[in-house]
Nanobody
């Protein structure tokens, strides 16, 4: 089992930047594919970005592509999401997730472990 803790959320003006972090503990971090999802009020949880175990493969939702970068440091057991040019529509609770099995990067139900989330609010 792996425990995930997100941080780095907050209130930012439109056009600003944030870097989210997800620290993992409990199992070997490099055994897991990782991802960021988000959930806005009244909406379903949606895929944001994903990264493979080694970090060599990354995937992005169209809504954040070109504005966000996902990365990981397996030596430090941490994953990041750098978000730039933030828009009001990016306002949501952001969750990190881990998957040890056959990886389908964008599918919520494929991920086995989740953090508690960190709130990102973008003021327009």
């Amino acid at each position: 089992q792996v425990q995930l803790v997100e941080s780095g959320g907050g209130l930012v003006q439109a056009g600003g930047s944030l870097r989210l972090s997800c620290v993992a503990s409990g199992r070997t971090f490099s055994d897991y594919h990782m991802a960021w999802f988000r959930q806005a009020p009244g909406k379903e949880r949606e895929f944001v970005a994903a990264i493979s175990r080694s970090g060599s493969n990354t995937y992005y939702a169209d809504s954040v592509k070109g504005r966000s970068t996902i990365s990981r440091d397996n030596a430090k057991n941490v994953m990041y999401l750098q978000m730039n040019s933030l828009e009001h529509e990016d306002t949501a609770v952001y969750y990190c997730a881990a998957d040890r099995g056959v990886w389908v990067p964008t599918i919520t139900s494929r991920y086995d472990y989740w953090g508690q989330g960190t709130q990102v609010t973008v003021s327009s």
